[in-house]
Each structure stands twice: as C-alpha cells, then as structure tokens.
C-alpha cells in the first residue's frame, strides 16, 4: 500500500513538473492562433483560431531570412567543433608530448570564465579583423569548445587500449586510426556534441545583438528583439506565430538527439 501511494506520488509531481515546463509552450502555442484584437483584450479563450499570425509572420518580416541566417551559423559552428573537439581531445589521449596535461588544465579553465568576460577582448578582435556583420563573425570565436574537448576526451578514453594496439599492428596512423576507429567508437557522444553545439549557436542573443547590423546576417534570437523593437511591429499574434517558427528546430533537435542517446543507451546495455 505504502509502495503504491509512493508511486502515486511520484507520478503526480512529475505530471506538476511536465505541466510548468510544457505550459509556457502551450500558451504561446495557442496564443500564436488567435488575433490581435483578442490578445489585447486578454480573451485567451476566443474561438477566432487561425493560422493567419503564421502566414503574416512569412509574408510581412524576415522571419524566414533569419532562419536562414541561424542554420548557415549553427550548422557551420557545429561542424567546427565536431571537428576540432575530436582532433584535440584525440591529441590529448593517443599522443604523447611534453605539457600535455597542463594545456589541457588550462583548457578546462577557460570553461570558468563567463562569456560575458570574453565579450570586450573577442569583438576588438573581430573589429580589426574587419569581420563584424559577417557569418564569420558568428562562427570563428565558436570553433571549438572547452565543453567537448572536455567531453569527447572522456569518451575516446574508454577505448579498450587492445584496439590502438591492435591498429598499431595493423599499420594504421593516428588519422586512420582515428577515422575508422576512434569516431564511430565515440558516436553517440558526437551527436551530443552536436545538438549541444547547434541549440547553443541558435539560441545565441548577446554576441550577435553586438556584431550583427543587418538583417542579411542577422539570427533568429536578434532577429525577434528586432522585430519587437519596430515602431510598426504591434501585432502580438504575429510576435507569437514567429516565436513559434523559431522554436520548432531546436525541439526537432532535441528529438532526433534524444532518439540517438536511446539507442546509445540500448547498445551499451547489449553489450
């Protein structure tokens, strides 16, 4: 009896906590479906549901310019930093060489300072680099992590070290080794690194309100300030239907990351 009240419990807290974190996304779900008038009027409950605010948010902003901006940036970051994550954390594991653990040290320190430090020194660089309102200027400070080094560096040392014995045997150098052995050994922790790099380069606000001047390069977060910020842009609906727009690739993001850590879970279990 105890064990099913428990239950019951536990249930209930995590329905309460599903409800709190789902809620906002339902509300401006919904809101996003109903007319201006009635929002400003606070009738939540109106019956006037269309998809009018989507059509408007296509048709009269550069919603769908900003989207375009937001995966060339997030697309070309994650790439970036799949690639050079894996390369130094394979470095830091497989080769040996002279400071090897007190460069990586200092590489788990840069994690402690907060970007907002980082700000002042990065955008005079990339002024004198003449990159300001670019897609470079999105993607060049974020070619690497700290975080995936970090992380990919965890990974590549479960590798049983009878494989890079095995591969030593075989021939291999360290670039076939770590193309045929060391990433698909690593996958699943690749395609985290992934989703994490493209939902952090997505929901960038600060450094592209600073760097970016034009909507031809501006993202989606700055893009939505932007829009808010318009002396003509007073249509809530609207305001709510491109919200909508912006948030749907970061949940098909979670969903297919999730679906691969499933499997990785499934696999390690098998074996």
């Not at 060489?97 to 994690?111: E, H, N, P, Q, S």
């Amino acid at each position: 009896m105890l064990t099913k009240t428990h239950k019951t419990l536990r249930y209930l807290v995590l329905v309460i906590m599903a409800i709190i974190i789902i809620g906002p996304f339902i509300l401006g779900f919904w809101t996003s479906l109903l007319p201006t008038a009635d929002i400003a009027k606070g009738a939540l409950f109106s019956t006037h549901i269309s998809l009018q605010n989507y059509v408007d948010a296509v048709q009269q902003t550069a919603i769908m310019r900003y989207l375009l901006n937001s995966f060339v940036i997030s697309l070309l970051t994650m790439a970036a930093q799949l690639l050079f994550c894996s390369l130094g954390a394979y470095a830091f594991v497989f080769l040996s060489f002279k400071g090897r653990d007190f460069l990586f040290y200092v590489i788990l320190a840069t994690m402690m300072l907060p970007f907002e430090a980082e700000v002042i020194p990065n955008f005079v660089t990339v002024r004198q680099l003449n990159l300001l309102n670019h897609y470079a200027v999105m993607v060049i400070p974020f070619l690497t992590s700290a975080f995936g080094i970090f992380m990919l560096r965890q990974s590549f040392r479960q590798i049983p070290p009878e494989l890079k014995e095995a591969a030593d045997v075989e021939g291999l150098n360290h670039w076939q080794f770590y193309w045929r052995v060391t990433l698909p050994y690593a996958r699943i922790s690749l395609f985290t690194l992934a989703a994490y790099s493209f939902l952090e380069s997505w929901n960038q606000y600060l450094w592209p309100m600073l760097t970016t001047f034009s909507d031809k390069f501006r993202p989606v977060q700055d893009g939505l300030r932007q829009l808010q910020s318009q002396e003509t842009f007073n249509n809530w609906g609207m305001i709510q239907a491109s919200a909508v727009i912006v948030v749907i690739p970061t949940l098909i993001v979670l969903f297919v990351g999730q679906h691969y850590f499933k499997d990785g879970l499934n696999e390690g279990a098998t074996k």
